[in-house]
């Protein structure tokens, strides 16, 4: 396999800024900072809430990264590490650009879709409210990813990316 090229992102640093944004923006504007009631079970400050909720958003999201390309290739195809107080999804095995779009694509879609459909499920006003904030922070945490699939986008549909996390290779596969 020939590199084509290889892609950089400061995804870490976009997906901190956009959670942090979307998160303070729903806050204040719908609930008021003041008002974060997590529900009875929890028994723990709601900034505590909170940080978990997001930590486990976070956590899945990459998890979900690691067995999307697992199912891709076949095999153990991808690792997950910790890098800069979160995780890391790293791939193993190239994947096809149009695979590696889905990889890409699946922790935001997925996660997205289980907080909207959450959200209906849970009558309680609390739950609904921490529903919410997963549903955004699951869109914002993939916007990295998002950006990463915009760049793959650019290359030809039969070349192979290998993910490192915070940035990907662009391969020409071997030539028969």
């Given at each position: 396999?020939?590199?084509?090229?290889?892609?950089?992102?400061?995804?870490?640093?976009?997906?901190?800024?956009?959670?942090?944004?979307?998160?303070?923006?729903?806050?204040?504007?719908?609930?008021?900072?003041?008002?974060?009631?997590?529900?009875?079970?929890?028994?723990?400050?709601?900034?505590?809430?909170?940080?978990?909720?997001?930590?486990?958003?976070?956590?899945?999201?990459?998890?979900?990264?690691?067995?999307?390309?697992?199912?891709?290739?076949?095999?153990?195809?991808?690792?997950?590490?910790?890098?800069?107080?979160?995780?890391?999804?790293?791939?193993?095995?190239?994947?096809?650009?149009?695979?590696?779009?889905?990889?890409?694509?699946?922790?935001?879609?997925?996660?997205?879709?289980l907080g909207?459909?959450?959200?209906?499920?849970?009558?309680?006003?609390?739950?609904?409210?921490?529903?919410?904030?997963?549903?955004?922070?699951?869109?914002?945490?993939?916007?990295?990813?998002?950006?990463f699939v915009?760049?793959?986008?650019?290359?030809?549909?039969?070349?192979?990316?290998?993910?490192?996390?915070?940035?990907?290779?662009?391969?020409?596969?071997?030539?028969?």
């Amino acid at each position: 396999m020939k590199k084509i090229d290889t892609v950089t992102g400061n995804a870490l640093f976009l997906n901190g800024l956009a959670l942090t944004i979307a998160i303070i923006a729903y806050l204040f504007i719908y609930r008021g900072l003041w008002q974060i009631i997590p529900p009875a079970w929890a028994k723990v400050p709601a900034i505590i809430y909170l940080i978990f909720l997001a930590v486990g958003i976070l956590l899945l999201h990459e998890a979900i990264h690691m067995l999307t390309a697992n199912l891709l290739t076949g095999s153990a195809g991808a690792t997950l590490r910790v890098r800069a107080l979160t995780w890391e999804c790293r791939l193993k095995i190239p994947l096809r650009r149009n695979h590696y779009i889905a990889y890409a694509l699946a922790p935001g879609i997925t996660l997205s879709l289980l907080g909207f459909v959450l959200y209906y499920a849970f009558s309680d006003p609390g739950v609904k409210f921490l529903c919410a904030i997963a549903f955004i922070a699951a869109i914002s945490s993939a916007g990295g990813d998002y950006w990463f699939v915009a760049k793959a986008l650019r290359f030809p549909r039969n070349s192979l990316v290998l993910d490192h996390g915070i940035e990907m290779e662009i391969m020409a596969p071997d030539e028969d």
